[in-house]
């Protein structure tokens, strides 16, 4: 009975979500930009989650969806903790005005001061628990939390209260650093939900590179998923190309087909920051979204 309760009171605070304008479009855009403040969780703590609504948002219509973490750095320069935006809400707005990708939904989820924990796959479960034990890091990978928390309760209010087409085919997730790894980890653990991934700087060091051993082991399913991956070559990018290499062997001996269900970029001179993800976003967002060219 106490377990009812308590589900009841976390569905009835998500419905009951403060709903506020998150920033103004200008006076040339058709789009909307709206915040649930302190979207409430029975997995993780509260965060802001901000929604973009296409240019023309038409109740009558089905959009995809597409989830990006980090999302305070996502749209707003002013909420970036860099003062520099992705600003997929621009870059998107300007590829539908092209023709060139299917309007999307953009849902940003702000992180936490737990971001580690966070975005850091739970498995292989025993060698994170010794890699974080190796490296005297507190506290416990929360990861498995955080995806239910994307699963089993914003996604339904997301649907619920957009219109959207709930499918894996037009569900898609995206990040950059350990934004990256959470977004493969999402992929791997619900193909059902998540139809395709895109990772931009993956961090595949992160506590020695254990996720790329866990992705030698259990492989996500090509038929599936889709899959992005991109990185730079200076600073912490610099350190990413021999991991990618792995993995994007390990994905085609899995049946992965470079060019088709995977994508794989390497940006010479491009950096580990806001600014670079920024220009390059487009990339990943044809790659997810693009128009058929049939």
Not at 124 to 136: K, V
Not at 255 to 280: C, I, S
Request: neutral net charge; charged residues 15%; proline residues 8%.
């Amino acid at each position: 009975m106490k377990q009812l309760l308590l589900s009841s009171l976390v569905f009835l605070s998500i419905f009951c979500a403060q709903l506020t304008y998150a920033h103004t479009s200008s006076p040339q855009s058709k789009s909307r930009w709206l915040m649930h403040e302190n979207f409430p969780s029975k997995f993780i703590n509260p965060r802001n989650v901000e929604v973009w609504l296409p240019p023309g948002y038409n109740p009558s219509i089905r959009y995809p969806v597409l989830y990006v973490h980090d999302g305070q750095n996502v749209f707003n320069p002013s909420t970036s903790y860099t003062g520099i935006a992705w600003e997929i809400d621009s870059v998107a707005e300007s590829l539908i005005a092209k023709g060139k990708i299917i309007p999307p939904i953009v849902v940003a989820v702000w992180n936490s001061p737990l971001r580690f924990l966070e975005y850091m796959p739970n498995k292989p479960a025993e060698n994170i628990r010794q890699q974080l034990q190796q490296m005297g890091r507190a506290g416990e990978v929360i990861s498995d939390n955080y995806l239910r928390f994307l699963v089993e309760e914003l996604k339904p209010f997301i649907d619920k209260t957009y219109s959207t087409n709930p499918a894996p085919s037009s569900t898609f997730i995206m990040g950059a650093s350990m934004g990256g790894l959470i977004s493969l980890y999402a992929a791997m653990e619900y193909p059902h939900i998540f139809g395709g991934a895109a990772c931009l700087s993956t961090h595949w060091p992160a506590l020695n590179g254990v996720v790329v051993d866990h992705l030698q082991n259990s492989p996500p399913d090509p038929n599936k998923v889709r899959l992005y991956f991109d990185h730079g070559t200076i600073n912490l990018d610099s350190l990413y190309h021999p991991f990618q290499q792995r993995v994007d062997a390990i994905l085609t001996n899995a049946g992965f087909v470079m060019g088709d269900n995977m994508l794989t970029h390497k940006f010479e001179g491009a950096d580990h920051n806001e600014r670079a993800w920024r220009d390059r976003v487009y990339r990943p967002l044809l790659f997810l979204l693009g128009k058929s060219t049939d």
